[in-house]
């Protein structure tokens, strides 16, 4: 059977995508491929949040072709997910060497696909209509390498976005938000739980706008609270996550869950984006800098070792420099944990998009420079406090950088780093924190503690 190998950029829900795909290709019979240079099949699944992000793939995918187009002309080459979504056929135009290109909606196709394609009986398969049910199909897990387990897993809850920021292209690659039934998806993670999965993230572009639409609130409880409810249930789940929730989503119902649930973890990723009301208004985010810091107040009443990570777009059109002043202060003033910054990259049929004020491309480059020192100084001294603090932790497997060690990661999301081995996984460990890098903690699982 063909060998497949799955290449993913972008988010979580992108991985989760891929991990779908690559599931239900071994279903059929296929095997994953070690590498690109050992498939028969060689899948980009792709990200259009920023341009850059799509250059990325483009330039994967021209490598691709140029490697492969002599040697081994019969292997398969398709773009899936985001990009495949936005820009459809204009793929093929741009690079006829592609056989496949696959929208957000088709994923679940995709072994027909290229069943098709590798028989020969279609050449060329351009599919991104919308269909109908689409968010439920995201359902397949490959968890199970024979030795080692999963123990933590992702769980599409919900697809779309009708949020409409003006910098945004997600509504157009990921369409209108669809919710999956709150049964169906806690069958989905007592299955996994079942499984040996310890730790669930819950995903979906804005999952606070959960079930809006279909499920009605109940005593108060919105229907993603209503959700997270379901799902601590589940008998051997230790801990919940979720992302991305949109801030203006963190009603009193959820807040108070978090007082109230001990398996959802003691971190919260709130996108803030800016710290100017101004910038905010054009972004069409919905929420001013003041709600904002009193979502985070609230959540550190509730948690008070609550991680607080976010987003923030520097240079977007029209930004002044006191704009940025003010976001900066944001960043003093919440003192976040983590925060991914980007660039403003303008997006195709998005508002922001045509505005004639953008911003300087080396005046974006130099707040993103400044605010990265700022945000680094303030989450080094949050990540030097932890040490000699003792944490819990819940052991993922073999750090990526030094496979002889062990990593987890605390309920407020930091990773650690620590002397253990392969009966460690799947654990929950109390470890003592020895010392701290930039956005890792070390652990020491032996000494003890000193609380
Ligand atoms: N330019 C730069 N950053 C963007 N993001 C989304 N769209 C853009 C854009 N056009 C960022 C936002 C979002 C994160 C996933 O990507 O900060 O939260």
Redesign the pocket.
């Known amino acids: 059977m063909p060998a497949v190998y799955i290449k993913t950029y972008g988010?979580q829900m992108n991985e989760r995508d891929s991990e779908a795909v690559a599931a239900q290709l071994t279903a059929k019979g296929y095997t994953l491929a070690p590498s690109e240079a050992a498939a028969d099949v060689v899948l980009l699944n792709t990200c259009s949040?920023?341009d850059l992000a799509e250059q990325k793939a483009l330039g994967k995918m021209a490598a691709l072709i140029a490697e492969t187009r002599h040697r081994r002309p019969n292997v398969v080459l398709g773009f899936l997910g985001c990009m495949a979504q936005s820009r459809g056929q204009e793929l093929i135009d741009q690079l006829p060497d592609v056989d496949l290109v696959l929208g957000t909606q088709k994923f679940h196709h995709a072994a027909d696909y290229l069943d098709e394609i590798l028989s020969g009986s279609r050449e060329k398969i351009v599919e991104v209509a919308e269909e109908d049910g689409s968010e439920a199909t995201v359902r397949e897990h490959l968890l199970d390498g024979r030795a080692r387990k999963s123990v933590t897993a992702f769980v599409s809850i919900m697809q779309g976005c009708n949020q409409h920021c003006t910098?945004?292209?997600v509504p157009r690659t990921r369409g209108r938000e669809r919710s999956r039934a709150i049964p169906d998806i806690v069958n989905e993670c007592r299955d996994l739980v079942s499984r040996g999965v310890k730790e669930i993230t819950l995903l979906g572009q804005i999952v606070t706008s959960y079930g809006k639409r279909d499920i009605p609130v109940k005593g108060g409880k919105s229907a993603f609270v209503q959700l997270l409810e379901a799902v601590h249930e589940i008998d051997g789940l230790e801990r919940i996550r979720f992302t991305?929730p949109h801030p203006k989503g963190y009603g009193e119902d959820l807040i108070e869950a978090y007082a109230r649930l001990p398996k959802l973890v003691e971190h919260a990723h709130l996108?803030a984006?800016s710290g100017s009301d101004r910038i905010l208004k054009l972004m069409h985010r919905g929420y001013a800098r003041e709600r904002y810091v009193g979502i985070v107040e609230k959540l550190r009443r509730a948690r008070p070792t609550i991680g607080v990570s976010t987003?923030?777009?520097v240079g977007f059109p029209g930004e002044t420099q006191a704009d940025f002043e003010e976001t900066l202060s944001l960043a003093r003033q919440v003192e976040f944990d983590q925060a991914?910054i980007?660039?403003?990259?303008?997006?195709r049929d998005?508002p922001a998009a045509g505005t004639t004020d953008q911003v300087p491309q080396e005046v974006r480059e130099e707040r993103n420079q400044v605010l990265l020192q700022t945000i680094n100084e303030i989450a080094g001294r949050k990540y030097r406090g932890l040490v000699g603090r003792r944490v819990q932790i819940l052991v993922e497997g073999p750090s990526r950088k030094n496979p002889a060690r062990m990593t987890g990661r605390t309920r407020c999301n930091k990773i650690v780093v620590f002397d253990g081995s392969e009966r460690h996984r799947g654990q929950l460990l109390d470890v003592n924190i020895i010392r701290a890098g930039s956005f890792t903690l070390y652990g020491d699982s032996d000494l003890p503690g000193e609380d």
Do not use: A, E, M, W
Request: with cysteine; proline share 10%; hydrophobic share 35%.
């Open positions: 988010c949040v920023r910098f945004c292209i991305s996108p984006q987003d923030i777009i991914f980007f660039k403003y990259s303008p997006r998005t």
